[in-house]
């Protein structure tokens, strides 16, 4: 069953073919009081554990172009959720999300 808590999101940059990525490349958020929040709405009650809208706003200073893709591994009770990849294909937005 789902406990209907989510603790952290981790989210890490991989390098573009031929890019070169300095600096931090991953970064780990405490989510627990957002998502308790979110699981406390009837809104959560009728969609279950399926939410939208979560942004986790970056700021990249240098090249965005060395950047190839972001992963997005979200953490609850039970462990780490499948890792979430997406190219990066745009130099300010890249929308992480079920295919």
């Given at each position: 069953?789902?406990?209907?808590?989510?603790?952290?999101?981790?989210?890490a940059f991989q390098a573009a073919s031929g890019g070169n990525i300095s600096g931090t490349t991953s970064f780990t958020e405490n989510v627990a009081s957002l998502f308790s929040q979110f699981?406390?709405?009837?809104?959560s009650q009728l969609a279950g554990s399926l939410f939208t809208g979560f942004d986790v706003p970056v700021t990249i200073s240098g090249n965005i172009s060395a950047?190839?893709?972001?992963?997005?591994t979200l953490t609850n009770s039970l462990g780490n959720s499948q890792p979430f990849t997406e190219p990066l294909t745009s130099a300010n937005?890249?929308?992480?999300?079920?295919s």
């Open positions: 069953s789902n406990p209907r808590t989510m603790t952290s999101v981790t989210v699981y406390s709405t009837a809104q950047i190839g893709s972001v992963t997005v937005t890249c929308t992480a999300g079920s």
